[in-house]
């Protein structure tokens, strides 16, 4: 399965159970590791939304941050 259709299968997942903090964490992760750190960013920050106090996706977010230049937002997520 490449890369591409594992992201797929997740966001289809993803539909019939909208509120899965492990599945919405492994697209996260998984578009972040693509390079895609635009659409993990929208992820991670919907899910905070939903699980505020889930340390995944802070941290996810803040590699996010990182990988987009946005170095202020990712130390204040820090601190």
């Known amino acids: 399965m490449s ?3 594992k992201i797929q299968s ?3 997942a993803l539909k019939l159970s909208p509120q899965n903090p492990p599945l919405r964490l492994m ?3 998984a578009l972040l590791s693509l390079g895609h750190a635009e659409e993990a960013e929208k992820e991670y920050r919907e ?3 939903l ?4 340390n995944g996706f802070k941290e996810g ?3 996010a ?3 987009l230049g946005k170095y ?4 204040a997520l820090i601190e």
Do not use: T
């Open 3 to 5: 890369e591409q259709d």
């Open 10 to 12: 997740l966001r289809e």
């Open 27 to 29: 697209l996260a992760d």
């Open 47 to 49: 899910a905070l939304a």
């Open 51 to 54: 699980w505020p106090e889930e």
């Open 61 to 63: 977010l803040c590699r």
């Open 65 to 67: 941050f990182f990988r």
């Open 72 to 75: 202020d937002l990712a130390l």
